[in-house]
């Protein structure tokens, strides 16, 4: 009577639960946890736990644990994308969604301040506004130390889960940020893991973001000549890179645009520079997107007026309650503004980004608390666990060549880059979700079939 079973293995509890749009039998709950693993004392946190059960018999021990990227977003919010992109892998396997401490619903940072308008009813152009930080600190900090947010002690967190759940080995999937959680866990608990997946790849040296306005440049300059390769593309926007550069100037001047459908309060926006090119970045993400973009700035000179809702997405984004900005700031205050360099000129020399992302993050780190980290923070990973790198070939945040750095310290890793892929799967999804099945099944990367990742088709651009 599966339908009706309770487990209970010390402080888990997980009861049948129905995930929309997700087939099959699944469970749901918390663990508890101490919030100062160190001390074990003072306040506890319930992290949010999902399995998806393996549809059919046998099932493996091993389960295949996802790990969501940001940092701040939770693979709870995304049960449904994982059921279809691992569905060779549930036939046989569980599939495990654990929230990290601090996001999604275990005991979740959000900074909903981050949408407030000013009393004007004009929402300024920081995704990281300081002012509205410092109010979401003193909320926060009510019912959470943000020092005790951070990789380090999250990794430790799902260890744990591993074992009460009754897990011997994992498998371990992590995408983006999620990378960098992976190979903590392969430095912190390797009997634990049998192989490790990886997509979009943060080696252990970046200290994020400082490389996201030279990849987004790059992203942007394999889109342009991917138009300029193609007849109807060219033909229609002839002037595609001094178009981008006649909106950057514009919005440098500044430019406070009516919101078409007021959204909290907030009937205006502020456009910056930077907070446009922001936006575009994201816009790069995924060839799927970057497909549309020449048509965008198109229409986007037409009427300078549609900058606002362009712009709005990227400017909630932090606010939003997907994503936990509180999080985001004690793991990015903590593991990688302080090892920035000084000058950080160099990083954004010659790109439509420029400084923007950077600055943010560094001011909003003014007036956040700062954890701790272990004396291999930032060491590169060593390791004899079977790995599978993946990466993007126009990946605009996570380029290809870290896939290639973390891969010098594997003995049994493979990196494959997929062509014509981003940011996320997208259209690879099928390809990688067959890649990383047959990975798993095989415990090793020898004899996997990798062909399908040359075979990804090219986008068509969007008129």
């Known amino acids: 009577m599966l339908a009706t079973i309770i487990l209970l293995f010390a402080q888990i509890a997980l009861r049948p639960c129905k995930i929309e749009s997700v087939p099959g039998l699944a469970q749901c709950g918390t663990y508890r946890v101490w919030e100062n693993r160190t001390t074990k004392q003072g306040r506890h946190i319930d992290?949010?736990?999902i399995v998806l059960n393996a549809l059919n018999a046998p099932r493996e021990p091993d389960p295949l644990f996802m790990i969501a990227g940001g940092p701040g977003d939770a693979p709870s919010f995304n049960a449904r994308f994982f059921s279809q992109a691992f569905a060779n892998v549930r036939e046989h396997r569980d599939l495990v969604l654990v929230d990290l401490r601090g996001t999604g619903k275990s005991h979740p940072l959000t900074c909903p301040e981050l949408a407030d308008p000013d009393p004007m009813g004009v929402l300024d152009a920081d995704i990281l506004s300081v002012p509205a930080l410092r109010?979401?600190?003193v909320r926060l900090e009510k019912s959470a130390d943000l020092?005790?947010?951070?990789?380090?002690?999250?990794?430790?967190d799902l260890d744990e889960v591993r074992e009460a759940l009754g897990y011997k080995q994992i498998n371990l999937y992590g995408t983006?940020?999620?990378t960098r959680v992976?190979?903590?866990y392969m430095r912190r608990h390797p009997t634990s893991l049998r192989t490790v997946s990886m997509k979009g790849v943060v080696p252990a040296s970046m200290a994020s973001p400082e490389t996201h306005a030279r990849a987004a440049e790059e992203a942007w300059r394999q889109l342009l000549k991917r138009c300029q390769n193609d007849a109807d593309c060219a033909t229609a926007f002839p002037m595609l890179s001094s178009n981008l550069q006649t909106l950057l100037e514009r919005a440098e001047r500044g430019l406070v645009i009516p919101m078409k459908k007021?959204?909290?309060?907030?009937?205006?926006?502020?456009?910056?520079?930077?907070?446009?090119?922001?936006?575009?970045r994201f816009s790069l993400y995924s060839p799927e997107v970057a497909a549309r973009a020449p048509g965008v700035i198109q229409d986007l000179l037409n009427d300078v007026t549609d900058l606002g809702e362009f712009?709005?997405?990227?400017?909630?984004?932090t606010s939003n309650e997907r994503l936990s900005a509180g999080f985001l700031l004690s793991v990015s205050c903590t593991e990688d503004i302080p090892f920035l360099p000084k000058n950080l000129t160099p990083l954004v020399r010659g790109t439509f980004e420029g400084d923007y992302r950077l600055k943010q993050q560094k001011n909003a780190c003014t007036v956040w608390p700062r954890g701790r980290v272990s004396a291999d923070h930032r060491k590169p990973t060593k390791s004899p666990i079977p790995t599978l790198l993946l990466s993007g070939e126009f990946d605009p945040v996570t380029p290809p060549a870290g896939g290639d750095e973390v891969l010098r310290g594997l003995t049994q890793g493979l990196h494959i880059v997929i062509r014509n892929n981003g940011h996320p799967m997208g259209s690879a999804q099928d390809c990688i979700g067959a890649m990383i099945g047959s990975f798993i099944d095989k415990?090793?990367?020898?004899?996997?079939?990798t062909v399908c990742a040359s075979a990804v088709a090219s986008v068509p651009f969007a008129f």
């Open 47 to 49: 992290l949010s736990i």
């Open 135 to 137: 109010k979401c600190r």
């Open 147 to 156: 020092r005790q947010y951070t990789t380090e002690i999250a990794v430790d």
């Open 176 to 178: 983006s940020y999620g």
């Open 182 to 184: 992976a190979q903590v």
């Open 262 to 280: 007021p959204t909290n309060g907030a009937s205006k926006i502020k456009v910056s520079k930077g907070l446009f090119a922001e936006a575009f």
């Open 311 to 317: 712009v709005l997405p990227t400017r909630l984004l």
């Open 443 to 449: 415990g090793s990367v020898k004899g996997v079939d």
